[in-house]
Antibody, heavy 123, light 110 residues
Framework: QVQLVESGGGVVQPGRSLRLSCAASGFTFSSYGMHWVRQAPGKGLEWVAVIWYDGSNKYYADSVKGRFTISRDNSKNTLYLQMNSLRAEDTAVYYCARDEEMATIDISGFDYWGQGTLVTVSS | SYELTQPPSVSVSPGQTARITCSGDALPKQYAYWYQQKPGQAPVLVIYKDSERPSGIPERFSGSSSGTTVTLTISGVQAEDEADYYC?????????????FGGGTKLTVL
C-alpha cells in the first residue's frame, strides 16, 4: 500500500534553516510528481511546492519562493523540502502528497498524503 | 493571484443532502478536486477530476461542475461526515503552474 512518511520537523528560530524529508513506499516513486502542502494552526491548506516525477521542473508558491527548495532522490524514494530564512508565518504542519496523475507535467490533485510533520518557528 | 471561493460553513441534519460550492474563474478549464479533513488527520481525496470518486469513498459523495462553480454533494449525510472540506485546482494562467486551495468549508451535522 502507498505510504508517505514525513520527518524533520521541530522548533527552529526565525532566520534559521530546516530540511524536511518524505519517505515513499508502495508505489513507483519515480513515476509521480510530488508536492508539499502546509497548514498553519487552525487555518486552511496551502500548496507550497511541486516537483515533476523526473525532477526536471520545480514550482513554488509566492510565499516561499526564493527561500524553500524542493528536491527528490528517486534512488532513495525520498522527497525533500529545504527551508531557509524561516519566518514565524512558516509555522505549520507540512504534508507531502502524491500527484494523482502518473508522469504528468501539470498539477493535478493529491491522492495520497503523509501524516504531516510540525514545524514551529519561534525564538 | 487566483482564488477559489468556498462558503465558510454548511450545516445539515443527518439524512439530508449537503452541497458545498467552490467558485473560480479557471474552473471551466481546470479540473477540481475535493478533500475531507477531520481534526488531527491528514486530508483525504474524496472527488477527483470534478466528479470521479476514488475507490473506498462512499457513493453518497459526488461532484459536479457548471461554469465557474464546482459542487461537492453529500447525499444522506451521516454524523461521520462532519469535517472540513477543501476544493483544489491548478492555476496555469501564469508563467508556471501553481496549486491552489479554497479556504475550506466546515460541515456541521446537526
Amino acid at each position: 500500500q502507498v505510504q508517505l512518511v514525513e520527518s524533520g520537523g521541530g522548533v527552529v528560530q526565525p532566520g534559521r534553516s530546516l530540511r524536511l524529508s518524505c519517505a515513499a513506499s508502495g508505489f513507483t516513486f519515480s513515476s509521480y510528481g510530488m508536492h508539499w502542502v502546509r497548514q498553519a494552526p487552525g487555518k486552511g491548506l496551502e500548496w507550497v511546492a511541486v516537483i515533476w516525477y523526473d525532477g526536471s521542473n520545480k514550482y513554488y508558491a509566492d510565499s516561499v519562493k526564493g527561500r524553500f527548495t524542493i528536491s527528490r532522490d528517486n534512488s532513495k524514494n525520498t522527497l525533500y523540502l529545504q527551508m531557509n530564512s524561516l519566518r514565524a508565518e512558516d509555522t505549520a504542519v507540512y504534508y507531502c502528497a502524491r500527484d494523482e496523475e502518473m508522469a504528468t507535467i501539470d498539477i493535478s490533485g493529491f491522492d495520497y498524503w503523509g501524516q504531516g510533520t510540525l514545524v514551529t518557528v519561534s525564538s | 493571484s487566483y482564488e477559489l471561493t468556498q462558503p465558510p460553513s454548511v450545516s445539515v441534519s443527518p439524512g439530508q443532502t449537503a452541497r458545498i460550492t467552490c467558485s473560480g474563474d479557471a474552473l471551466p478549464k481546470q479540473y477540481a478536486y475535493w478533500y475531507q479533513q477531520k481534526p488531527g488527520q491528514a486530508p483525504v481525496l474524496v472527488i477527483y477530476k470534478d466528479s470521479e470518486r476514488p475507490s473506498g469513498i462512499p457513493e453518497r459523495f459526488s461532484g459536479s461542475s457548471s461554469g465557474t462553480t464546482v459542487t461537492l454533494t453529500i447525499s444522506g449525510v451521516q454524523a461521520e461526515d462532519e469535517a472540513d472540506y477543501y476544493c483544489q485546482s491548478a492555476d496555469s494562467s501564469g508563467t508556471w503552474p501553481l496549486g491552489v486551495f479554497g479556504g475550506g468549508t466546515k460541515l456541521t451535522v446537526l
